[in-house]
């Protein structure tokens, strides 16, 4: 693959794409970082709403481009700059202890929330107040694994390209719409204005998950509101929905984390909206 192009930290293009790794700077240039083969493969296939491609630079280690030689090829037919780099470059712009030798600077990619009503969702992820990287990232893995059409991150949330929050989601960020920075209440009458129920996740809940699945209450388009890792849902949030669910717990646990329980709600709903 020839000699590394980029052999210092202090190169201006290695200088910018580590300043990605703060919030201000990611605001300001409108990209992000996506590491590892998974993301950056994701990535060259993915095109933002404007057909445009997602992926615009790519860093890696000529080890890395050798063994993924068919995203190295990918990133070039989406039109990115290819960087083959030293180890110590990647190193300084990685955001992980062991860096795999891929690294993708990408355009931001969120929906409006407009067009994501547009489509009228059977199922959504809404996530209010959730303020965990990695929480974020693995909810957003779970709505996709469940089919949801598509995750909203209201403005009190953590921000969907957090370093962690990517890895997190397994580059499950680039196959389905997520808009950001939608206060809660405008997410739930915006979704309720399209026919989508919601309802709220909390193991304080006065409505039990089992009871609905056999009431046959979950087989209409669906919203699902996760609260913060630690408090739950506020009362004025809880008040917004349809109904409080919790998930039942059968044996002594204390609880559920929140990757967990959304996992069991959206599991939920797309079983019920699945044809017998």
């Known amino acids: 693959m020839g000699t590394p192009e980029l052999i210092s930290p202090r190169s201006p293009r290695v200088a910018a794409a580590r300043r990605l790794a703060k919030r201000n700077f990611r605001g300001k240039e409108r990209r992000f970082i996506a590491e590892g083969p998974q993301a950056v493969r994701e990535a060259a296939e993915h095109r933002g709403s404007d057909g445009g491609p997602t992926l615009i630079e790519l860093f890696a280690t000529v080890e890395a481009a050798e063994r993924y030689a068919d995203i190295v090829a990918a990133a070039h037919a989406a039109g990115a700059r290819v960087h083959l780099a030293d180890s110590d470059v990647l190193a300084d712009v990685s955001q992980t202890v062991t860096p795999q030798g891929l690294i993708g600077v990408c355009r931001f990619l ?11 969702p059977k199922l959504v992820a809404v996530l209010a107040h959730v ?28 921000d969907l390209y957090n370093p962690k929050s ?6 499950s960020l680039f196959h389905l719409p997520v808009a950001v920075g939608v206060p809660v209440e405008q997410a739930v009458q915006g979704l309720r ?10 193991g ?5 998950l089992d009871d609905e699945l056999d009431a046959g209450t979950m ?9 913060n890792e630690a408090w739950g849902l506020p009362e004025e949030t ?13 044996g002594k646990a204390e609880s559920l984390n ?4 959304a996992a069991v709600c959206l599991y939920a709903s797309a079983r019920a909206q699945r044809p017998r």
């Open 204 to 208: 304080a809940g006065d409505d039990d």
């Open 238 to 250: 809880r008040a917004l929905a349809d109904a409080v669910v919790r998930v039942p717990i059968h």
């Open 193 to 202: 204005a399209v026919g989508v129920r919601i309802l709220a996740a909390d």
């Open 131 to 158: 303020r965990d990287p990695g929480n974020a990232g693995t909810v957003l893995r779970c709505a996709d694994a469940a089919g949801a059409d598509a995750v909203v991150l209201t403005d009190a949330s953590v």
């Open 219 to 227: 087989g209409g388009p669906t919203a699902w509101v996760f609260g």
């Open 166 to 171: 990517v890895r997190a989601s397994v580059g």
């Open 110 to 120: 969120d929906s409006p929330f407009d067009a994501i009503l547009a489509a009228k």
């Open 258 to 261: 929140l990757a967990t329980a």
